[in-house]
């Protein structure tokens, strides 16, 4: 951003959007924080950028802010901003709406995420978009919603015919199929099944051992994050999860 010579904006606009997301896996907050200032900047001119790139930037400044209710705004004006889904804008708006429906979820208001998830689904599924590397976080959450809301069988049945298909069809040592193991060992953990939650995390931890080798950094965060994911277990049994996440 401060050397390139900026003269090709609709290119350099789609580079800032696409380097974000890459940002934000490696949780790097000032990068992002300049970002959004310049896509700000950018999309503030009528003639730079369409309106899907306008409903991004806010679907990216609510993933960023703090305030559940103001994130929560922003992604309905981003969605107000897609009035009509097109082939064009299908990816982004299923997106916004899974992003909005976690919102709801993490805010306890299970109808209306489900009503957002499901929405989100729905236009992957019109758009025959459901193979696509978006989708997976998608179909997680909304698995992770329905154990929510008391159909954890569903939800695990959605998550392994996603991860036999993502296995078949891909790899069984990809970030995405550790996101599911991952899901399938939260929705286990929230169940009181702790011994075949820790398989499954084992199985992400190791995914995420081989594929982040160079960023020991993420390993031990996510390692962290699991982990604290078991507050209400005793001494005992604690020391085996530990003992069993770090030899996966």
């Not at 804008?89 to 899974?98: P, Q, V």
């Not at 392994?160 to 995405?176: Q, T």
Request: charge should be negative; glycine fraction near 6%; proline fraction near 2%.
């Amino acid at each position: 951003m401060a050397v390139t010579v900026k003269d090709h904006m609709a290119f350099y606009l789609r580079f800032l959007e696409d380097v974000f997301p890459y940002m934000e896996k490696y949780h790097d907050k000032t990068g992002m924080g300049r970002v959004l200032s310049e896509l700000t900047v950018l999309l503030e001119n009528p003639s730079c950028g369409t309106v899907n790139d306008r409903a991004l930037l806010l679907d990216y400044k609510s993933s960023q802010e703090k305030k559940t209710e103001k994130a929560v705004q922003l992604r309905k004006d981003a969605l107000a901003l897609l009035s009509e889904i097109t082939a064009g804008n299908a990816h982004l708006a299923a997106n916004i709406n899974a992003n909005l429906g976690s919102l709801y979820r993490q805010a306890g208001e299970y109808a209306l995420a489900r009503s957002y998830m499901e929405r989100g689904i729905s236009i992957l599924e019109q758009y025959k978009l459901t193979n696509t590397h978006d989708s997976i976080p998608q179909i997680c959450n909304y698995a992770m919603l329905l154990a929510d809301v008391g159909e954890t069988s569903r939800g695990m049945a959605a998550l392994r015919k996603l991860s036999r298909v993502i296995k078949e069809n891909h790899s069984d040592m990809s970030g995405d199929y550790a996101v599911i193991q991952e899901a399938m060992g939260g929705i286990c953990l929230a169940q009181g099944n702790v011994r075949q939650a820790t398989e499954y995390f084992k199985c992400a931890t190791h995914i995420y051992e081989v594929i982040w080798e160079d960023a020991p950094e993420l390993i031990e965060e996510k390692y962290n994050e699991i982990m604290g994911l078991y507050p209400q277990i005793g001494s005992v049994l604690g020391q085996y999860v530990a003992h069993a996440l770090q030899k996966s």
